[in-house]
């Protein structure tokens, strides 16, 4: 079994992969977010995981703006399941546009993984994070549920963007 850094550096590697041009149209993103109203916690409610996410339960992202102007992100899940140790991954964001929206997401340095707000609904409590090689996406909440309904329309919205929706996998939330 790899150790995590092998692991991360081997997501990293993967993530970066998929960077490449795919000739397909680049999938628009918000036209401004607020990153104030942003911060804060965002339970994975679905993804087309990564190497590291497969597996994983009770995932919430964590940002906060650093006073440089990069956003720290703690990533905090269980593999395997509820039960197992928590891990926490610390990457660094670096927004790269002015509206807010388009990040470089760095988990090992010097590679930096795409991260595009596509859609954020008015009240901040939904977001859909997408990359432009279509390789991966997350559905993320405010609370660790949403209803049905709700979950269906963001995998509409994912699917419009081009996404094999099949690939998505629902990340399992329990909390006390």
């Not at 995590?4 to 628009?28: D, F």
């Amino acid at each position: 079994m790899p150790n995590k850094l092998t692991a991360i550096a081997l997501g990293a590697a993967m993530s970066l992969a998929g960077c490449a041009a795919t000739g397909r149209p680049p999938i628009p993103t918000v036209r401004q977010v607020d990153l104030a109203r942003y911060m804060g916690a965002w339970y994975v409610i679905a993804s087309i995981p990564t190497y590291l996410e497969k597996g994983i339960f009770n995932a919430v992202e964590t940002y906060s703006l650093n006073p440089d102007g990069t956003v720290a992100v703690d990533f905090t899940y269980h593999k395997g399941s509820f039960d197992a140790p928590a891990t926490t991954l610390r990457p660094r964001g670096f927004i790269a546009a002015s509206s807010n929206a388009v990040w470089g997401v760095r988990v090992i340095w010097p590679l930096k993984s795409e991260y595009l707000i596509a859609y954020l609904n008015d009240a901040y409590t939904e977001v859909i994070v997408a990359r432009s090689a279509r390789d991966h996406v997350w559905i993320m909440a405010r609370t660790p549920e949403i209803s049905a309904r709700e979950y269906q329309n963001l995998v509409a919205l994912v699917a419009g963007m081009g996404y094999d929706t099949a690939k998505l996998e629902k990340v399992p939330q329990r909390w006390p």
